[in-house]
């Protein structure tokens, strides 16, 4: 049944970008924003909806992506293709970093210190000017060369982030057939009761952060290689890490389609809100900020039930 | 032989001693009771034996392996089941999930731990009501509840924390029976409980604390007369 579903899904998500054979260019742009911000809110759902540890610290694991993939490209000439999956691994480890510290702590405690990874982040990335070129950030020189990840059709971009989407979608569907995924939901209901049940809670929570942060990671070289410009205040962002949290919530969280939905739905609003009044600066945030009051009022399980609830009552 | 012994086991909370040189053994499926008055530190004796606090000195020996300062989860894989005073269900979970959970402690795969948790389901007496949500459950069901989830680890010691109170006569007397069962499949039990008249009725031996210390233990009927006994539970003049 799911599996099908996620089938389905793969076919309809593939074919999305197609239309922009007739709706043109920016439409494929806002394709493939959506499914940026679907990726990043699934991937994130692995810690904060499942384990239930809201992490504000994602926007950090997309820069240790984008950064490390790039600095491979740009000193010692490693395709992006193999710098992802490097610059996923060492996004994944670095979760470790604040697991170590912040995975003993419970709570809001866990959410501050995951807040500070990402201004750490953004401020080893500003300081270390030699490495990373500091504020100016690093360019990409265009290549349109496809074995450097590089496309001159925009439509093979929005099936790659497609592609990391589904991997995205398809652990959290792993998880959620395993014993990893009962434990996870155990670690999110009561932590303690979780460890009388023989559950190494500090290992489960630590391998959900790792995956959750390592697609992440993917994504973070994505970024880089379909904007070619990357900063530290572009990536390393509070602002960007509570949008990711933002999206997943709008979703519903701890559900396979809740954050990839938010995500979907989050990027669509922005556009057009951006679209309609682009002269009053904010007026997205403010209106996204009341639909997530509205939200967690109606159907604090996100809007993806509220939609399934309307659907069954018909 | 003893299956769990306690050897001068001390906890302290800053100047307060909550377990003062406590020790005690079980032997393989015995039923012990531990009674004392509130502030006695039962429940710091199940949180210290569980894994859930440090004790600041003695040994908490299991068979012949020294478990003191095992972590919690450790102490579960050892074979030590706990359930809580205050029951804490995975809420969000229906109770067979909850059960499942416990079970996947023994076995990996997700089929045969839901076997096993159909089961001990079966034990309980919820298989009724095993698709439901554990916060649509009554106290009754989240009592039983946490001794299934507590069973469906395969525990070889079952520490139950006072798993009868703010239940009515009628429930105690099913629980009881569901106490009896659950020694007859060969599982060593502690029992800690407010209810004297309840614990009388299944325990082999009552350990009395009062204040921390171990002031007596025994037969159930010896211990109810020991004049400590009464002096802890109803003070001085009646003893």
């Given at each position: 049944m799911?599996?099908?579903?996620?089938?389905?899904?793969?076919?309809?998500?593939a074919?999305?970008?197609?239309?922009?054979?007739?709706?043109?260019?920016?439409?494929?742009?806002?394709v493939?924003?959506?499914?940026f911000?679907a990726?990043?809110?699934?991937a994130?759902?692995?810690?904060?909806?499942?384990?239930?540890?809201?992490?504000?610290?994602?926007?950090?694991?997309?820069?240790?992506?984008?950064?490390?993939?790039?600095?491979?490209?740009?000193?010692f000439?490693?395709?992006?293709?193999?710098?992802?999956f490097?610059?996923?691994t060492?996004?994944g480890?670095?979760?470790?970093?604040?697991?170590?510290?912040a995975?003993r702590?419970?709570g809001?405690?866990?959410?501050m210190?995951?807040?500070?990874?990402?201004?750490?982040?953004q401020?080893?990335?500003?300081h270390?000017?030699s490495?990373?070129?500091?504020?100016i950030g690093?360019?990409?020189?265009?290549?349109?060369?496809?074995?450097?990840?590089?496309?001159s059709?925009?439509?093979?971009?929005?099936?790659?982030?497609d592609?990391?989407l589904?991997?995205a979608i398809?652990?959290?569907?792993?998880i959620?057939?395993?014993?990893?995924?009962?434990?996870?939901?155990?670690?999110?209901?009561?932590?303690?009761?979780?460890?009388?049940?023989?559950?190494?809670?500090g290992?489960?929570?630590?391998?959900?952060?790792?995956?959750?942060?390592?697609?992440?990671?993917m994504?973070?070289?994505?970024?880089?290689q379909?904007?070619l410009?990357?900063?530290?205040?572009?990536?390393?962002?509070?602002?960007?890490?509570?949008?990711?949290v933002?999206?997943a919530i709008?979703?519903?969280?701890g559900k396979?389609?809740?954050?990839?939905?938010?995500?979907?739905?989050?990027?669509?609003?922005?556009?057009?809100?951006q679209?309609?009044?682009?002269t009053?600066?904010?007026?997205n945030y403010?209106?996204i900020?009341a639909?997530?009051?509205?939200?967690?009022?109606v159907?604090?399980?996100?809007f993806?039930?509220?939609?399934e609830?309307?659907?069954r009552s018909k | 032989?003893?299956?769990?012994?306690?050897?001068?086991?001390t906890?302290?909370f800053?100047?307060?001693?909550?377990?003062?040189?406590?020790?005690?053994?079980?032997?393989?499926?015995?039923?012990?009771?531990?009674?004392?008055?509130?502030?006695?530190?039962?429940?710091?004796?199940?949180?210290?034996?569980?894994?859930?606090?440090?004790?600041?000195?003695?040994?908490?020996?299991?068979?012949?392996?020294?478990i003191?300062?095992w972590?919690?989860?450790?102490?579960?894989?050892?074979?030590i089941?706990?359930?809580?005073?205050?029951t804490?269900?995975?809420l969000n979970?229906?109770?067979k999930?909850?059960?499942?959970?416990?079970?996947?402690?023994?076995?990996?795969?997700?089929?045969?731990?839901t076997?096993?948790?159909?089961?001990?389901?079966?034990?309980?007496?919820?298989?009724?009501k095993?698709e439901r949500?554990?916060?649509?459950?009554?106290?009754?069901?989240?009592?039983?509840?946490?001794?299934?989830?507590?069973?469906?680890?395969?525990?070889?010691?079952?520490?139950l924390?006072?798993p009868?109170?703010?239940?009515?006569?009628?429930?105690?007397?099913d629980?009881?029976?569901?106490?009896?069962r659950?020694?007859?499949?060969?599982?060593?039990?502690?029992?800690?409980?407010?209810?004297?008249k309840?614990v009388?009725?299944v325990?082999?031996?009552?350990?009395?604390?009062?204040?921390?210390k171990?002031?007596?233990?025994?037969?159930?009927?010896e211990?109810?007369?020991n004049p400590?006994?009464l002096?802890a539970?109803?003070?001085e003049?009646?003893?």
């Open positions: 799911e599996r099908r579903r996620i089938m389905a899904m793969m076919v309809l998500f074919i999305l970008p197609l239309l922009g054979e007739f709706a043109g260019r920016q439409y494929v742009t806002l493939i924003m959506m499914f911000y990726t990043l809110a699934s994130w759902d692995i810690m904060g909806g499942r384990a239930g540890q809201v992490s504000l610290g994602n926007a950090g694991f997309l820069a240790i992506g984008a950064y490390t993939s790039t600095l491979l490209f740009l000193r000439g490693i395709s992006p293709w193999v710098g992802m490097i610059g996923a060492v996004a480890l670095s979760s470790f970093v604040i697991g170590l510290t995975l702590l419970k809001v405690f866990f959410v210190s995951s807040l500070a990874f990402v201004q750490v982040v401020l080893l990335l500003t270390f000017v490495v990373t070129n500091g504020d690093l360019f990409i020189p265009l290549t349109s060369n496809p074995t450097q990840m590089q496309f059709q925009p439509i093979f971009y929005a099936w790659l982030i592609g990391i589904f991997l398809f652990a959290n569907y792993s959620s057939k395993r014993r990893i995924g009962f434990y996870l939901s155990a670690i999110r209901e009561d932590e303690d009761a979780a460890q009388a049940l023989g559950i190494n809670t290992l489960y929570k630590s391998l959900a952060f790792f995956i959750s942060a390592f697609i992440t990671g994504v973070g070289a994505f970024y880089a379909y904007f410009f990357i900063t530290p205040t572009s990536t390393a962002t509070i602002p960007l890490s509570i949008q990711i933002l999206a709008i979703g519903g969280t396979i389609w809740g954050p990839v939905f938010g995500g979907i739905v989050f990027e669509v609003l922005t556009y057009f809100l679209l309609s009044f682009p009053i600066a904010g007026l403010t209106i900020g639909l997530l009051m509205l939200i967690v009022i159907s604090p399980q996100g993806l039930a509220l939609v609830r309307m659907i | 032989m003893n299956l769990l012994k306690l050897n001068a086991i906890k302290k800053g100047g307060l001693l909550a377990l003062d040189h406590v020790s005690l053994q079980v032997d393989e499926k015995e039923v012990l009771g531990v009674i004392g008055p509130n502030g006695s530190g039962k429940t710091t004796l199940i949180n210290v034996i569980s894994g859930f606090y440090q004790p600041d000195s003695g040994d908490i020996i299991l068979g012949d392996t020294n003191t300062r972590p919690a989860h450790r102490i579960s894989k050892a074979g089941a706990r359930t809580f005073q205050n804490r269900p995975f979970m229906t109770i999930e909850n059960v499942i959970v416990g079970a996947l402690s023994v076995k990996s795969d997700i089929k045969e731990a076997e096993v948790a159909q089961k001990v389901l079966e034990e309980t007496g919820l298989q009724g095993a949500l554990a916060k649509d459950t009554s106290i009754q069901d989240r009592k039983r509840l946490e001794v299934a989830r507590a069973l469906s680890t395969s525990p070889k010691i079952l520490l924390d006072e009868m109170a703010g239940l009515t006569e009628e429930e105690i007397r629980f009881l029976a569901l106490i009896q659950t020694r007859e499949r060969g599982i060593t039990i502690i029992l800690i409980e407010h209810i004297v309840a009388q009725q325990a082999d031996r009552i350990t009395v604390l009062d204040y921390g171990k002031i007596c233990e025994g037969k159930p009927q211990v109810v007369k400590d006994v002096k539970y109803l003070g003049d009646y003893a």
